[in-house]
């Protein structure tokens, strides 16, 4: 069974509590959900492989600590995950990045694909799916697969907020795939909506309706 590992660090809480606030505006809401994508990267990357490198100084020749083998992608699931690379590249330079391109059946609830690329090494790299919300599963479910199907074989999930409902498809569909969340909410609404959630993470992004 994956890990589910929800984010505990008062930063992390605060600034998702600040954004929930509906009178946030679209620039302060897009800045913020960076910063928070740049504090659960660092957290979520704790368990990442070293390997020794010898380097010099300019006081001495050393051994220190360098990622091991390749390095880290990021997927964002458009358009909304698009609002979190920008925070997990400040901390991740050399991260490539690949996009998967979903939206959702307004009757079913279910995803459709419309636009998938990724790093042509993509599955030689730790890559990380990333969408603010994590709500029926539908859509990061179907991206998982995807990569899955591309070759990925080393893949986590993250996102800032996430209902229960959403935990327990991902668990039951990719139960190899860990999950770092940085709010487990209560539930979703009629209209699959999470409760008490911060309304369409996308539209609050782009400024959009």
């Known amino acids: 069974m994956s890990k589910v590992q929800v984010m505990d660090h008062p930063l992390i809480q605060h600034k998702i509590t600040y954004i929930r606030r509906e009178d946030v505006g679209s620039k302060e809401f897009r800045e913020i959900v960076g910063e928070i994508a740049s504090l659960m990267c660092y957290e979520a990357t704790r368990d990442l492989k070293l390997q020794d490198v010898k380097i010099k100084t300019p006081i001495c020749e050393t051994t220190g600590k360098e990622l091991s083998g390749k390095k880290l992608a990021i997927v964002p699931i458009l358009r909304a995950g698009l609002g979190m690379v920008d925070g997990m590249i400040h901390m991740i330079p050399s991260a490539k990045v690949g996009h998967i391109g979903l939206y959702r059946d307004p009757d079913t609830f279910e995803p459709i694909e419309y636009y998938c690329k990724l790093p042509a090494d993509c ?20 991206a998982i697969q995807m990569l899955k199907e591309k070759g990925v074989k080393r893949i986590r999930f993250m996102c800032i907020i996430a209902a229960p409902e959403g935990v327990e498809r991902m668990q039951k569909e990719h139960p190899d795939v860990d999950l770092y969340i940085g709010a487990l909410d209560d539930h979703l609404n009629d209209h699959k909506y999470i409760v008490p959630g911060l309304g369409d993470a996308g539209d609050r992004i782009f400024g959009t309706k």
């Open 123 to 142: 599955d030689e790299r730790e890559v990380f799916v990333v969408d603010p919300m994590l709500a029926t599963g539908g859509s990061s479910v179907a």
